[in-house]
Nanobody, 123 residues
Framework: QLQLVESGGGLVQPGGSLIVSCVASGLRLYYSTIGWFRQVPGKEREGVSCISGGGITKYAGSVKGRFTISRDIAKNTVSLQMNNLKPEDTAIYYC?????????????????WGQGTQVTVSS
């Protein structure tokens, strides 16, 4: 059964770094796109980054150059390295799986979601 479990959220000061990780059980990363999304209460969920089965990566303009997505095939884990964090990066971060491997940041493509992990950027 497909299951996504995030970890690694927390509180960090502006300019700091944080890694969030997603362990994907029940699917093969070679055949699926895994995406990271974030949501602030009262706002729509936003696509942050994704990595396709073939390793193609995409980033939202707001995080490009600061965030890096990567994966460990052996551990079935996708991680998001977040550097130079800003207060506006504060959100709940979710990982999600797109079994059609669309390599897109569009939410409609994803049909499995993790429970989310809170990232707070504040001094």
């Amino acid at each position: 059964q497909l299951q996504l479990v995030e970890s690694g959220g927390g509180l960090v000061q502006p300019g700091g770094s944080l890694i969030v990780s997603c362990v994907a059980s029940g699917l093969r990363l070679y055949y699926s796109t895994i995406g990271w999304f974030r949501q602030v209460p009262g706002k729509e969920r936003e696509g942050v980054s994704c990595i396709s089965g073939g390793g193609i990566t995409k980033y939202a303009g707001s995080v490009k150059g600061r965030f890096t997505i990567s994966r460990d095939i052996a551990k079935n884990t996708v991680s998001l390295q977040m550097n130079n964090l800003k207060p506006e990066d504060t959100a709940i971060y979710y990982c999600a799986a797109d079994p059609a491997n669309s390599a897109t940041l569009e939410e409609w493509a994803y049909d499995r979601w993790g429970q989310g992990t809170q990232v707070t950027v504040s001094s």
